[in-house]
């Protein structure tokens, strides 16, 4: 079981550029969500999903583009990164349909536009 | 919208002393209170929770309590040690919590000096 798994762990682009972070649960895990986490703001939801085929916006949607093809995957798209997208993103899964509200993080992906 | 304020944002302590984080949130339907733990550069990792149909819970050192008139609920660590020194994230559940997400207070950076 290997839980949340991001990649890449760290990444830097250039102002303009476009990238996919990765995020894979294999807990069977219906809701994903992706956060940006910026010091002093705590953790701002972007994305999230309750299941395959299914997505909704979250508190800063603006710049990122989400899909939910599987229940195990659950991509991040920048679409032309600019500086304020410079954060630590984390992506997250629970059950809550099962009764589990947690959730388990990913470890992180740093990012970093210049 | 909905909102969870958290104080102290930094808080030092003595070895073996007890430290309080206190959150409050606004959405009086929110039924689901978890507490994260993050260590410099690591994922946040769920350390307690708590449901509205209990006042308070505890594991070993650590204990939450939950007040719902008031919309407020509290982290207590007694007998701190310095492995204890990390951020702590409060959050709490929109709505009733089917959905899946999460709105995460501001962060308490714990500091235990020994």
Redesign the interface.
């Known amino acids: 079981n290997a839980g949340v798994t991001q990649t890449p762990k760290f990444q830097v682009l250039k102002t303009g550029q476009s990238m996919t972070l990765q995020c894979a649960q294999d807990m069977n895990h219906e809701y994903m969500s992706w956060y940006r986490q910026d010091p002093g703001m705590g953790l701002r939801l972007i994305h999230y999903s309750v299941g395959a085929g299914i997505t909704d916006q979250g508190e800063v949607p603006n710049g990122y583009n989400v899909s939910r093809s599987t229940t195990e995957d659950f991509p991040l798209r920048l679409l032309s990164a600019a500086p304020s997208q410079t954060s630590v993103y984390f992506c997250a899964s629970s059950s809550p349909g099962q009764g589990n509200y947690g959730y388990t993080f990913g470890s992180g992906t740093r990012l970093t536009v210049v | 919208?909905e909102n969870v304020e958290?104080h102290p944002?930094t808080l030092s302590v003595q070895e073996g002393d007890s430290a309080v984080i206190k959150c409050t949130y606004s959405d009086s339907a929110s039924n689901?209170f978890?507490w994260?733990k993050q260590e410099l550069g690591?994922?946040?990792?769920?350390i307690i929770?708590i449901r509205s149909n209990v006042g308070e819970k505890k594991d070993q050192r650590i204990a939450v309590t939950l007040n719902k008139t008031a919309k407020h609920f509290s982290l207590h660590i007694t007998e701190t040690q310095p492995e204890d020194s990390a951020v702590y994230?409060c959050a709490a559940?929109i709505g009733g919590?089917?959905?899946?997400?999460?709105?995460?207070?501001?962060?308490t950076k714990l500091s235990v000096k020994p």
């Open positions: 919208g958290q944002s689901y978890p994260y690591k994922r946040p990792q769920l929770d994230f559940s919590g089917s959905q899946g997400n999460l709105i995460f207070g501001k962060g």
